[in-house]
């Protein structure tokens, strides 16, 4: 069974920084694009940064520069670095393969103050 839990959210102020974990179970993160998405309040899910199979990562162009997504096959996690977090960077974070599938974790809450 395909499971994802992520933590490391948090509150922070303006120009902070956080660095959120995804560990997968039931499914191999080093043959699958894997992806961090976002849903802000009263928005749709969106996928914010996303790391292909053999490295080549992608960002939407809010984060560009700012996020970093990273994976540690051995221990089949995926991470995300975020600097000079801002309050437009407020929502909860899932990861997910990219495609999605239909199966997401309970996320993890990033809330930044300005």
């Known amino acids: 069974q395909v499971q994802f839990v992520e933590s490391g959210g948090g509150l922070v102020q303006t120009g902070g920084s956080l660095r959120l974990s995804c560990t997968a179970s039931?499914?191999?993160?080093?043959?699958?694009?894997m992806g961090w998405y976002r849903q802000a309040p009263g928005k749709q899910r969106e996928l914010v940064a996303r790391?292909?199979?053999?490295?080549?990562?992608y960002y939407v162009d809010s984060v560009k520069g700012r996020f970093a997504i990273s994976r540690d096959n051995a221990k089949n996690t995926v991470y995300l670095q975020m600097n000079s977090l801002n309050p437009e960077d407020t929502g909860v974070y899932y990861c997910n393969t990219v495609p999605q599938r239909d199966i997401w974790g309970q996320g993890t809450q990033v809330t930044v103050s300005s």
């Open positions: 790391i292909l199979r053999f490295g080549t990562t």
């Open positions: 039931g499914i191999p993160i080093s043959i699958n694009a």
